[in-house]
């Protein structure tokens, strides 16, 4: 029984002087992550700033057990 890793999508926003902010939604698929930068993308953002998906290993894994 393999143990398989679940990646887990995180929105990232970076400030204009090095600063990162890490939203606490995250995204089952990197398909529902891009979604949301569309939608972020659609209000008017302050220069320098810049949004992207980050993928992230789940704690929790596949085990093959059906608890």
Same mark, same amino acid.
């Given at each position: 029984?393999?143990?398989? $890793?679940?990646?887990?999508?995180?929105?990232?926003?970076?400030? @204009?002087? *090095?600063?990162? &902010?890490?939203?606490?939604?995250?995204?089952?698929?990197?398909?529902q992550?891009? $979604?949301?930068?569309?939608?972020?993308?659609?209000?008017?953002? @302050?220069? *320098?700033?810049? &949004?992207?998906?980050?993928?992230?290993?789940?704690?929790?894994?596949?085990?093959?057990?059906?608890?």
């Amino acid at each position: 029984m393999a143990a398989t $890793a679940v990646l887990v999508w995180f929105l990232v926003i970076a400030g @204009p002087q *090095g600063g990162m &902010v890490l939203l606490p939604t995250t995204f089952d698929k990197r398909e529902q992550c891009i $979604a949301a930068i569309t939608e972020y993308q659609k209000q008017p953002t @302050p220069a *320098g700033w810049s &949004v992207q998906c980050v993928p992230s290993a789940s704690p929790f894994t596949d085990n093959g057990s059906a608890e």
